[in-house]
């Protein structure tokens, strides 16, 4: 193999090779007589098939099979050899590959630049902690009494001289409207609503107080700015309601539903809800803390990028926000900005993710950190247990599919680095609220 540089620029590499057809022979002579003992064809025995009936019939395909060997070893050797690493799959033009002349073709690739890691020791970090106030303890435990109250129906009796009162369960039907025609998603049979209860947009569940059974009225009622369905954001609407029956809502004491939920008392009922929330409160804390780590580190990550890279990052980046303008989706932050300023902002944060991305992976190289086939399996049933009811069907394609499994590895490895960085780094505690910890912070810079 004859290897000569055409260029050495910033990090980019190109060279020419040329494979002496001498060398490719052997390969393709090797390739031939493995077929001769295997192949069977019509009217030859096996094994018998002569070399000039395998050259007619498989030439082309052996010519191109050993070529490819023989490109992709030199290749391999040659980075190797000159210690490059690709930072993207190199790029082969062929200048001849027919024989017998000599093969000859160029490579061209990005190498992956010299990342010098920055001193982990010496970052200095805060880690947000909150305890969990016992009003939001409260509130978890009045959510799952009110979950298991029982609805019981008033009798007449207890209905006598008045309709629906605050705090009871109207059944009803209803059709809504907007200027006189009904919209998707506005009509119902047999819907429970509490008077004056949540779960209902402003006027609704206002206006069905006093309502008798039997009784049909019509509610005007207000779709909030920003409603899930934008045909129906900010729209006034009527509701035609017709009362079927009343109901009270009993809500069992905490002592009694602690005991039909196998806990031993309520304070066990109340530990474990403590547990769960500081749980949630310490998985945000830990994000907040993974995001700062990460702010840090971006400031310290000063190397330049392959060019190829990034540019790959920023396509995939602009295309989803492409989709989401022409969807209507568009970040609100976008608004109003020209074109060239918002694909400047976005090629930032794609340089951004590269550089991070690029650190990241130099220092679990360096340090050994790697992701085991259990973790990727645990990622998997993770994955799996987030579609109920088709647990078996995403385990399936995870089997069929190997490579998808490999798109798992990515956050695994990334936490695992994050990890071992923060285990180096100085991390000052601070208590605060739980208003505090659940602010979200602006975003970084090209962020």
Known sequence: MQVTETLADGLKRAFTVVLPDSE?????????????????????RPGKVPMTVLRQRFGTAVVEE?????VNESTRTLLADR????AIQPKIDFVSKAPPQDVEFTLELEVLPEIALPDFAAIALTRQKAEVPEPAIDEQIEALRQRNRKLIPLTEEELAGRGAAQGEVVTLDYEGSIDGTPFEGGKATDAEVEVGGPGYIEGFS???EGIRPGETRVLDAQFPEGYGVTALSGKAAKFTVTAKRIQRAEVPELTALAEQLAFDSADELREMFRRRLQGE??????????????????????FPLPPALAEAEFTQIWARVEADRNAGNADADDAGKDEETLRAEYRAIAERRVRLGLL????GRTHN?????EEITRAMRAEAARYPGQAAQVLEFYRRNPQAGEYL???????KVVDFVLELARITDETVSVEALTEVPPPPVAA
């Open 24 to 44: 490719l022979e052997p390969r393709r002579a090797a390739r031939f007589a493995e077929l001769g003992r295997t192949i069977q064809l019509p009217g030859f």
């Open 360 to 363: 990241l992976a130099e220092a």
């Open 281 to 302: 409160y310490d998985g945000l804390a830990r994000q907040k803390l993974k995001r700062a780590l990460l702010d840090r580190l971006a400031d310290l990550a000063d």
């Open 66 to 70: 050993a070529l490819e060997e023989a």
């Open 83 to 86: 210690n490059l690493r690709p």
């Open 409 to 415: 590895r990515g956050p695994i490895f990334e936490d």
């Open 206 to 208: 206002q206006g069905i």
């Open 369 to 373: 950190i790697t992701v085991a086939p």
